[in-house]
């Protein structure tokens, strides 16, 4: 069966492979536009590309109620299991490993990542996921990097991409990240989450459809796509 995903809102995402639902940083309860609430997910793991509210506010909830595996960042994976998560995979930059559902390299992103209670959360991270029906790369926060190129070599179906600016990469930069990557289909995300990183997604997809070889897919928050 192929993998589908669905875009919760923000930069949260659920997909299911090989048998296993994964969770990507779970910000729901607190998301104005989050199209799902933390107790109607499930989640055999979850991952947590930094510390920072919008992107971690629901993982231990749904760990200590699913029994999911928290994938993250040595500091972070120390920080939810002092507040009773029992499994968690630390990991990190550029290191990879084999889970059930797939193959995961954790990536550069140039972010910062304290958590939500002031404690340091390491090193922010993107995620390259390494699937049957092709590899998916979730940017998650970052600015634009050069590095993308060598991400972009590994063969991308599909990437996940912030436009949202002020925070990460806005759209100029999300368009030049594109052309780095090369993906075969690109999600805008990490956008109209809030009037501050309001963005015309319809208007930079028309931009990637003109500018690049990728086709962009624009979701709205509960949207799905298979790869």
């Known amino acids: ?65 699913t029994g999911a595996t928290v994938i993250s960042s040595f500091e972070i994976c120390q920080w939810l299991g002092s507040k009773g998560v029992q499994t968690t995979h630390a990991m990190n930059i550029g290191g990879s490993y084999r889970f059930p559902f797939g193959r995961v390299k954790m990536t550069i992103a140039h972010h910062t990542s304290m958590l939500p209670d002031g404690s340091c959360g390491g090193a922010a991270a993107g995620f390259l996921v390494y699937l049957p029906e092709g590899n998916v790369y979730f940017a998650c926060d970052t600015g634009l990097f050069y590095d993308m190129k060598l991400l972009g070599d590994e063969g991308i179906a599909l990437a996940a ?10 759209p100029e930069d999300a368009l030049r990240a594109v052309k780095l990557l090369n993906p075969r289909r690109v999600v805008p995300i990490h956008r109209n989450t809030w009037p501050l990183i309001a963005q015309d997604a319809a208007a930079w997809a028309r931009r990637v459809r003109d500018e690049t070889s990728a086709e962009p897919v624009v979701l709205e928050p509960g949207g799905r796509i298979v790869l």
Do not use: Q, Y
């Open 1 to 65: 069966m192929a993998t589908e995903l669905t875009w919760l809102g923000h930069n949260a995402w659920s997909f299911c492979a090989s048998g296993f639902t994964v969770l990507l940083d779970p910000f729901l309860d607190d998301n104005p536009v989050a199209s799902v609430r933390a107790d109607a997910v499930e989640a055999h793991f979850i991952l947590v590309s930094h510390g920072h509210f919008d992107h971690i506010a629901d993982a231990e909830k749904i760990a200590r109620r």
């Open 161 to 170: 991409l912030p436009i949202g600016d002020n925070f990460t990469m806005g």
